[in-house]
């Protein structure tokens, strides 16, 4: 999982049963190698290859079942990061959800040039990349206020339309939604510490016609609206443009019945 290789049904469940073997002979035909299905000397050695060493040292905790990779101050700013910018958190209203429209795996180095502050793989590790006071250009005008979360996958916006040519779609699995709750802890801590109010999370689509799909229905309804119905947040601000910035658009009822409907477009 840490080289990229996909396991949706199982994860790491220490049993070397057919969807491990699958991804066996998937990374040995990836690596140029003889795709026999055992992990000899060769395969294990272009596995160590594969996750390396290109991944600096980061504090991992352990945060209920949940590994979280705390990389932030450690990498260079991403290129739509403005660290010039200088502490934002007296901006910062609460957070931005998007998925990956691909699927980028488990080793953290994948995560660390993407546009977003942090991230969700789909086994469900953390991956803290950048410090939450830096301004990150990551959901169109939303980035001013909101921090950036992209959740490994590939979205389905409605029934059979997803991001293309993303591959999937990619549900959001059981172990996303686990290590969300755990974020949200994490979130919800270092807003009261910089004396802000989460209140808002807002859908990606909401910032931009061309983001229909981010982050899908069942990120919407598997995540933001439990953490909304948790914090009392909203999915947008009246106080500015309604529940839309720019070019976006609204969160359809289809995601979520109790929606506004003025102006209301499924795509």
Same mark, same amino acid.
């Given at each position: 999982?840490?080289?990229?290789?996909?396991?949706?049904?199982?994860?790491?469940?220490?049993?070397?049963?057919?969807?491990?073997?699958?991804?066996?002979?998937?990374?040995?035909?990836?690596?140029?190698?003889?795709?026999?299905?055992?992990?000899?000397?060769?395969?294990?050695?272009?596995l160590h290859k594969a996750?390396?060493?290109?991944?600096?040292?980061?504090?991992?905790?352990?945060?209920?079942?949940?590994?979280?990779?705390?990389?932030?101050?450690?990498?260079?700013?991403?290129?739509?990061?403005?660290?010039? !910018?200088?502490?934002?958190?007296?901006?910062?209203?609460?957070?931005?959800?998007?998925?990956?429209?691909? *699927?980028?795996?488990?080793?953290?180095?994948?995560?660390?040039?993407?546009?977003?502050?942090?991230?969700?793989?789909?086994?469900?590790?953390?991956?803290?990349?950048?410090?939450?006071?830096?301004?990150?250009?990551?959901?169109?005008?939303?980035?001013?206020?909101?921090?950036?979360?992209?959740?490994?996958?590939?979205?389905?916006?409605?029934?059979?339309?997803?991001?293309?040519?993303?591959?999937?779609?990619?549900?959001?699995?059981?172990?996303?939604?686990?290590?969300?709750?755990?974020?949200?802890?994490?979130?919800?801590?270092?807003?009261?510490?910089?004396? *802000?109010?989460?209140?808002?999370?807002?859908?990606?689509?909401?910032?931009?016609?061309?983001?229909?799909?981010?982050?899908?229905?069942?990120? !919407?309804?598997?995540?933001a609206v439990p953490w909304?119905?948790?914090?009392?947040?909203?999915?947008?601000?009246?106080?500015?443009?309604?529940?839309?910035?720019?070019t976006g658009f609204q969160?359809?009822?289809?995601?979520?019945?109790?929606?506004?409907?003025?102006?209301?477009?499924?795509?």
């Open positions: 999982m840490s080289a990229g290789i996909h396991l949706p049904a199982w994860g790491a469940d220490g049993d070397f049963g057919s969807e491990t073997l699958d991804g066996v002979l998937s990374f040995q035909r990836r690596a140029g190698l003889d795709a026999d299905g055992v992990v000899g000397p060769a395969t294990m050695a272009a996750v390396g060493d290109a991944t600096p040292n980061s504090v991992m905790r352990i945060i209920n079942g949940v590994e979280v990779y705390d990389y932030r101050g450690q990498l260079a700013a991403p290129k739509n990061g403005k660290p010039e !910018w200088g502490n934002r958190w007296p901006k910062f209203r609460g957070v931005v959800l998007h998925r990956t429209a691909c *699927r980028l795996g488990e080793n953290p180095a994948r995560y660390f040039r993407v546009n977003a502050h942090m991230h969700v793989t789909l086994g469900g590790r953390i991956i803290l990349c950048h410090p939450w006071d830096m301004h990150i250009w990551h959901g169109h005008k939303m980035s001013l206020w909101g921090l950036g979360i992209e959740i490994d996958g590939n979205p389905e916006g409605f029934p059979g339309y997803h991001w293309k040519p993303g591959g999937g779609p990619d549900d959001v699995t059981d172990a996303q939604v686990k290590a969300c709750d755990v974020l949200l802890d994490l979130l919800l801590e270092e807003f009261k510490v910089n004396g *802000r109010p989460f209140d808002r999370v807002w859908a990606h689509r909401q910032g931009s016609e061309n983001r229909e799909c981010d982050p899908g229905w069942q990120a !919407w309804q598997k995540i909304m119905e948790r914090t009392g947040a909203l999915p947008g601000d009246a106080g500015r443009q309604g529940d839309t910035y720019g969160i359809p009822q289809s995601w979520d019945p109790t929606s506004p409907t003025k102006g209301f477009r499924e795509r």
